[in-house]
């Protein structure tokens, strides 16, 4: 049984009385415009135009922002840039989001641009990305290029930036709604701002547009005496709810949010807290249903590499980090599949991310995934499934912290809201 509201083409109940009283609502407003254009035609005249593109209300299905799960058919898709990445410091919330071999390299680099050349392949491999989605027929925006390395003062911190390359950590669409997440790290403080043009142009066009609550990032967000010597102190305090964010002000990554429909699955992390969470809840109800979900994962954060919603009731659930919420989605009929272990090699740097983005795939539709070209083996298993591989190079790109998901938001899914979790 599927519950559907479709924002193009279809209503039900409360959903079509809401409709039906925007569109009475439009026709008197038009109404109004005309009279009183009749009546001030001079005067409008006389004023000059202070914007170049008119905001304009849009019906629903001319929005250009539209999406409600992971694996409807990509039309248009955001593609970060690795140009100009720089370190971020080695603040109490960068250590405790990274592994222990990489700290001295924070502690060396931090405030500095990633390794030129490895940037410059980085930004080779990106390229080509975005080449193959398009020949996918997929329309490909990028953000704007911003010089990161400069330093910023606000009244609780200083810091420098960091880069643009993940849009999924920092934007989230549900629906017609662009949802721009406040983030938890210092160094991505000011990081929506080489996304600022897109959304504004597409809140021109008749997309929704809300930003979370702002923290202000002060030291009372973080716990500054974190214990994090050994993986087996990880492993403790997050099994005991303990992480370097606290609870004193909402954040969260948009990244640790994947879409099912009406369900929206969520993790609390070392980057979201509950009052973040408690955030997205209310301003998503009713319409959608927020469910907390945890992970045997010394280190969380982001969903996307450990739990990967791939089709209606069809999961990735990385093994090495088991889900405990799994008997739901059993019951609720879902196909559960195991990635393989990553073949990525023990020398490749990862300064931010563990060996698992092998599993973190874009879905292009329900039966064609970008996948990277090195990893034969999790091939294997989406080609058993009947899902086509499009094979990607990215593994530079993978070491400034994110695999295909991670480097994308998706802009516009051609599909209909509906429940595939009963």
Known sequence: MLRVRCLRGGSRGAE??????????RAVSGWVQRAFRSTSRSAALAQPLTV?????????????VCAYNEWDQLEEVIVGRAENACVPPFTVEIKANTYEKYWPFYQQYGGQTFPKDHVKKAVAEIEEMCNILHHEGVTVRRPEPID????????????????????????LVVGNE???????????????????????????????????????????LYDQ?????????RHKLAAQGKFVTTEFEPCFDAADFIRAGTDIFVQRSQVTNFMGIEWMRRHLAPTYKIHIISFK????????ATFNIIGPGLVLSNPDRPCRQIHMFKKAGWTVVSPPTPLIPDDHPLWMSSKWLSMNVLMLDEKRVMVDANETTIQKIFENLGIKTIKVNIRHANSLGGGFHCWTTDVRRRGTLQSYFL
């Open 148 to 171: 990161w390395s400069l330093e910023y003062k606000t009244p609780d911190f200083t810091s420098t930036g960091m880069y643009a390359a993940m849009p999924r950590d920092i934007l």
């Open 16 to 25: 079509a009385a809401h409709l039906i009283g925007a569109m009475v609502g």
């Open 297 to 304: 994962d010394p280190n969380p954060m982001h969903i996307d």
């Open 225 to 233: 005496d974190y214990p994090i010597r050994t993986v087996e102190d």
């Open 52 to 64: 170049d593109e008119p905001v304009t209300e849009h019906a629903p299905e001319e929005c250009p």
């Open 178 to 220: 662009i949802i721009e997440a406040p983030m938890a790290w210092r160094a991505r403080f000011f990081e929506y701002r080489a996304y600022r043009p897109l959304i504004k142009e597409y809140f021109r066009r008749g997309a929704k547009w809300t930003t979370a609550p702002k923290p202000t990032m002060a030291d009372d």
